[in-house]
């Protein structure tokens, strides 16, 4: 029949691609980082005359010790909470944690390249420390959530090729946002969840698959896989309060930053919770909701955490993100796909696009309403960074560019997505036919598990497998 | 039959009243944050001016970096560690994590309120820092322990209005201890694990079920869960060191307990295997006492650690705490359910009451034992604030106040377990009926997952599940 | 038949033994604690004395702020990362995580006794804090390693024999390392994989089973066993950069060995992948090489990590360590079992030896390259600790130092092996018969697990479990 030719005429086969892409980019890594990464001045053995140059009296002032505990919360959540997160289908736990893992920890080689000459470049040499290896993590944080768009459909290669791209164009973004239009943005509401969502959903969009149902039988999670997702899911929610802290300004910020998030996150499960309850029939909560929607309040005060939203304003939006997000996943996924021909595995709209629209529109509100009584004259220059070129800009100034800041990400996204999904539709890249989406065994080697040979070994008449 | 009569009458439909409970609770949260909570001085933007006040020279002193990494250990125990030490049960993971997650997220709110009011509220607002977070943390703690005795017993809104009654005289308990007995407990054996555990078990006799035997077969575990559990155990015994020490003063305080919590619990893992082992007839370990009875050893130096208990004495208390909890287990758990008609699903009169007692009595020994010679003469001071009004106390009569801290908790865990089980008890919560105890399809959308479908996908006369 | 009668000749009931032996080990231990071991001068109560002596203005000076947060890290990779990164085999989850609990645990006090001896021994006391704890992870870290190797045909009183002996070898061989060497090898490429490693093989050597195979059927994983090892080899690889940066000097020295640490994992993730596909016909991946094999770019900066290998250096050494790896456990690992008899459980010949070796080298060459130009005049003699007596030492002079370092280890690692296996191999410990190999239910109570009871719960024909 039909399907099964097209199945046949698919060539899945890595063993040569895959190896070649692999050890091709590695190898220009090597040379990349040997022409131009060096370590900063805090990581540099030099370090003991650069204390005295800075008159520092402690090793402490050292920004490892400002930022490496964040750092290795962010680290987890890439891993281990986009990873495990996306173990919920039930054959897709290896490509859902091994894929993510190779390309994290590709794009973090690349990002911190990308980044470094955007941000840490200094006499031909970009120069890296903590805050770098948090600021790639962040970065591959975002290909990571168009990894959820696209999970279970694509090969190993084709996200490897997405990865370059996206951490190209993060980069690019990012640097708009940050440095041309001087937008404030430590969790990246923004940079990371609205650029990457729509990045995501875009290339999901023109990879569309229209006999997707053929492998419906596999798009759904049993009893175990629901528990791991919720490893993910739980590292996620645990450590966002470092995520939106990570590289805020020393002291208060990453202070205020980690209790706005907590206490946004904290509102959020239980609006989602009532959400998830409500819209079904017998008040059933469904895991799908919980394991995402949960963590929207993370997402939405990505922007603001580090400004003064207040505690009860992190309710309010974790609150509001929550229902939107369970409301999502409710009606507008099957709306998405059905209408728009966007298959969306995990979820990612109502998890990071809508969340992170919120999320910027919150930051920019919180910018436009500052003032110098509720921040203090030095906390609000501090606070906004309003030096040099931009001591004249006021908050309402600062708004408009924090709005305009969502736009530029929105387009960045349609426009790089659009371009990357054209890219990763030529038929090189090895992707699986439909009816074999979902299913680590066209990728992976899966054990024979005939679980039932375990748990029956005392049955005398089976063959152990080998 | 009349089982089913009653399991036919019992409503578990929580379509209607979870979202009222959880949205109308979110409400009140939103509105008394408007009216009370506000950043604490080191959180605030403000920060600035605040250093300059203080004579600080640098951020590093900002508590958020004496105490965040902590308090991410601390928030990793409570949503990880009791979530997933409760996912034992074969059929009841999605409760154990997913109720977990809701109780503690709500009740975190409620507690920096609580907790708030009594201990940083200033001209009318209640102050927050990190660690006010860090012990809104611990008091969900001891409402996660109380959850571990009616698990799976109860409906997701009874464990919010457990939540609710509990965090609220949590505080009270805790002002009274910390504040009008001047008790020193930074590690909660008194305020968290006996106050959580006798108020849990109180609670669940007082929901006595005698007809439970009817879920038998749902109350054990499989391979798989206990593997699941053991990530919760790890978790909980790998950060204690960060619970028992969160709170202490900076310095050496914080070191010590770290170091006397990691010795006890060491030690701990010892005596559980050896008692574990031999009260068994074929010498085989048990998965519940090494999942549970491990950890004794921290709840038993949490309120000693933080003093000048030493190592070896950790280790002693952290070796009787081992035995004492594996006891339990075998000898305890039965007699309470048959005799006294307390059923503790997880068995925490063993992990939290007895260790907790013990950890009371320890600390008011070794307060009692303290000496101006052990502790240097600031030292002495220090440790036990005898400062102000306290400045006259000996250490005897510290010893006997700390004593009195364990009566007082007792107290308040029966007389409060006693009403809030009577609350409990009214028939308009939702609970299951016995036949449905221990059983996630009740509250939750299982996944139809027959894992056969997936095992034995080759198969092709069995049907694809949908 | 004859191997039934000699599984029937093995008496692997623990009852009086294991008790036996973790109980008198612990009194041991009491004692000892008893009579040396006591707090130092930053955990203890005099702290406040100490601080006016050594005119620290600032409790952040304490140490424990230096290095409590890598600590936490560690002491997650030593008992989750290790215990579940064994787990993938079908039926030994509650052994892997069970027993390498119980070998920590022990181990981790005898350890603070061995190594306090040869480093923190002052009057007569031997004085610790954070920094021991983190020496005393890592002494058991290379015990972890070891018992990958015997992994399922070991009785846990055998591992408790061979930590007891290996803890001691080990800081031995550290001391005579780090001490009269003067070696640096802050991450145990040496101390830690090199000696860990070969010890292990040795004693699974002397341990030969020449009937496994029949426990063949159990050898392999099952689909969720792999998502359970995939929990600890992602903590493993995220927190190496701690690993690696935990005891190295403050500031620049920690700070350098997370980035270093950090690229050469990334790497790792590639090359692995790479030959992982290209190993294989279909060029699928296996979950075996990236379970383990991308972790070898951890061990393989252990010793050069805090130098000034700088991050291009750091993707070159991952890189490669990753294709040694991979080929070990395609091409090694079965030659070592055919012709040397050495059967490698979880091929930690792959994972620590090689790359171990490879680290002491790199260890080596990086030493002996190092000028005071790259290191500054004053970070070059803080590097290396050429003060006192070793301020004459060139770097040269110290990479033969680091060679002669390797050397040791190895030495160490297969004398003691082959003692501690000898020992080991007595017929009184109490191990199972070669096809009761890499099954739980020997020394476990396991539940009777028919998931299909679980499942199938509504075949009404079946009889519930207990």
Redesign the interface.
């Known amino acids: 029949r039909d399907r099964e030719r097209q199945g046949m005429a698919k060539n899945t086969?890595?063993?040569?691609?895959?190896?070649?892409v692999?050890?091709l980019?590695?190898l220009a890594?090597?040379v990349l980082?040997?022409v131009f990464?060096?370590?900063g001045a805090?990581?540099?053995?030099?370090?003991?005359?650069e204390?005295r140059d800075m008159n520092l009296t402690?090793?402490?002032?050292?920004?490892?010790?400002?930022r490496?505990?964040?750092f290795?919360?962010v680290?987890?959540m890439i891993?281990?909470g986009f990873?495990?997160l996306m173990?919920f289908l039930?054959?897709y736990?290896?490509g859902a944690?091994?894929f993510n893992?190779?390309l994290a920890?590709?794009g973090?080689?690349w990002a911190?390249l990308m980044q470094g000459w955007f941000h840490s470049f200094k006499d031909g040499k970009i120069l890296?420390?903590?805050e770098n290896?948090i600021n790639a993590d962040f970065c591959v944080g975002s290909v990571c959530i168009a990894f959820g768009a696209i999970l279970g459909k694509t090969s190993?290669i084709q996200l490897l090729v997405m990865t370059l791209f996206q951490v190209t164009l993060f980069s690019v973004n990012e640097y708009i946002l940050l440095n041309l239009l001087h937008v404030k943005d430590a969790g990246g509401s923004m940079t990371i969840h609205t650029f990457g969502a729509y990045f995501g959903l875009t290339v999901t969009r023109i990879l569309y698959r229209p006999n997707l149902e053929q492998s419906?039988?596999k798009q759904?999670?049993?009893?175990?896989s629901?528990?791991?997702a919720?490893?993910g899911t739980?590292?996620l929610?645990?450590?966002w309060?470092?995520f939106n802290s990570a590289i805020s300004d020393?002291?208060?910020?990453?202070?205020?930053s980690?209790?706005n998030t907590?206490?946004s996150?904290?509102?959020?499960?239980?609006?989602t919770?009532?959400?998830s309850?409500?819209l079904?029939?017998?008040?059933?909560?469904?895991?799908v909701h919980?394991q995402n929607a949960?963590l929207a309040g993370g997402v939405a005060v990505g922007t603001s955490a580090e400004m003064?939203l207040?505690?009860?304003g992190s309710?309010?939006v974790g609150?509001i993100s929550g229902i939107v997000s369970t409301l999502g996943y409710v009606y507008f996924t099957p709306f998405l796909e059905s209408r728009l021909h966007i298959q969306d595995t995990c979820g990612i709209h109502n998890l990071h696009a809508m969340p992170g629209l919120i999320g910027g529109i919150v930051g920019a509100i919180t910018a436009a309403a500052a003032t110098e009584d509720?921040?203090?004259k030095?906390?609000?220059i501090?606070?906004f960074d309003f030096t040099g070129v931009y001591q004249t800009r006021t908050p309402s100034m600062q708004g408009s560019f924090q709005a305009a800041g969502i736009v530029v990400s929105l387009l960045m996204a349609f426009a790089g997505g659009a371009i990357v999904g054209g890219i990763l539709k030529l038929p090189i890249w090895g992707d699986a036919a439909a009816e074999n989406c979902f299913e680590d065994g066209i990728?992976?080697?899966?054990?024979e598990?005939?679980?039932?040979?375990?748990?029956?070994?005392h049955n005398p008449d089976k063959p152990?497998?080998?």
Chains 1, 2, 3 share one sequence.
């Open positions: 086969n890595m063993r040569w691609r895959l190896p070649l692999c050890l980019w590695e890594m090597i980082f040997g990464v060096r370590f805090e990581a540099d053995a030099h370090w003991e005359e204390k402690s090793d402490m002032e050292n920004d490892f010790y400002f490496y505990p964040s290795q919360d680290h987890v891993f281990v990873g495990f173990t039930k054959r736990g290896f944690v091994g893992f190779l920890a590709f973090i080689q911190l890296i420390g903590v290896l190993p419906k039988d759904g999670s049993v009893y175990h629901d528990l791991f919720m490893i739980l590292y929610w645990m450590y309060p470092s020393h002291g208060d910020a990453q202070h205020r980690a209790i907590y206490c996150l904290a509102a959020c499960v239980l609006t919770m009532a959400f309850s409500m079904q029939k017998k008040g059933k909560l469904d895991m919980i949960t003064m207040t505690p009860y309710l309010i609150s509720v921040y203090g030095e906390g609000f501090k606070a990728y992976w080697e899966v054990p598990d005939e679980e039932s040979d375990v748990y029956h070994m152990a497998s080998p």
